[in-house]
């Protein structure tokens, strides 16, 4: 068995976040197909006695496939207004998903000064122990509605980091559309080693190039390294795996497909 098998194996309670890349298809549009086979392996997991945690991008992705006319508009209350529709759309194609494996979801929506308050806080943690403790699947997002620069976490990578923290998770697997870190970036560097392990990220940071953000994505590798740097410091490790290879988490669970481990 290696080291990604045995992490989700060991683990009870896991945060999976799916990034935009993984959610949009072809023509930048939810893709209902990944939702709902993404859904029925959840399910399986789920019904060996593990608790599942989503944090769901695709909001700015669903609202401009439903409301294409805006897709130009920069201002800032287009923007907001744009995800507002597109929540709607996103939390709609996933509860679709879900329902068919008898599984209702629950939609948290956050901003960065939830996780500053401590009040708040518990009440997160609350509200997501008692959702997962019914078996209901809580979908985590940021409140981009309301979100301005001062308030915004800024991307999900962060979010999923700080929400495995908040519910004291036994691992955090972040789907993105590359196959794990790698000491350059794959796409223009076709010859890059992936590394299948990683238990120094400080070290680690110092020797890899970082790039930049991809089409949809608001997060680079290194908010992806950085959200590992966070949870492991919590005793938490981390998967990055390519959310969009053929059954991505069953194949992970098995041992089948490669991708990253960052180790406590």
């Not at 935009?20 to 959840?42: H, K, M, P, V, Y």
């Not at 998770?169 to 076709?190: T, V």
């Not at 890059?192 to 940071?205: F, G, N, P, R, Y």
């Not at 110092?206 to 410091?233: C, P, Y």
Request: net charge negative.
């Amino acid at each position: 068995m290696n080291t990604i098998a045995r992490l989700i194996r060991q683990a009870r309670k896991i945060v999976i976040k799916i990034g935009s890349n993984t959610l949009a298809d072809g023509r930048g549009c939810i893709n209902e197909a990944f939702l709902n086979t993404f859904a029925e392996q959840a399910a399986l997991l789920i019904n060996t006695g593990k608790q599942i945690v989503l944090v769901s991008s695709g909001a700015q992705v669903a609202g401009l496939s439903t409301m294409s006319k805006w897709a130009r508009k920069q201002d800032i209350h287009y923007k907001q207004a744009l995800c507002a529709v597109g929540q709607v759309e996103l939390m709609g194609a996933w509860r679709r998903a879900f329902h068919t494996h008898g599984l209702h979801i629950g939609q948290i929506l956050l901003t960065r000064d939830d996780f500053g308050d401590s009040i708040r806080t518990l009440n997160m943690r609350n509200t997501l122990f008692t959702l997962v403790d019914e078996g209901i699947v809580p979908i985590i997002n940021e409140n981009d509605t309301v979100g301005v620069e001062e308030i915004k976490i800024g991307d999900n990578d962060t979010l999923a980091a700080q929400s495995a923290i908040l519910w004291s998770a036994d691992l955090l697997i972040l789907f993105s559309d590359i196959d794990g870190l790698y000491c350059e970036n794959p796409k223009d560097h076709p010859d890059a080693l992936l590394l299948e392990e990683v238990s120094d990220i400080a070290a680690t940071k110092t020797r890899v190039s970082t790039g930049g953000a991809n089409m949809f994505g608001t997060g680079g590798i290194a908010t992806k390294l950085d959200a590992a740097e966070q949870v492991v410091s919590y005793g938490i490790p981390m998967i990055l795996a390519h959310g969009g290879r053929e059954r991505a988490l069953e194949a992970l669970a098995a041992g089948t497909q490669q991708g990253t481990a960052f180790l406590v």
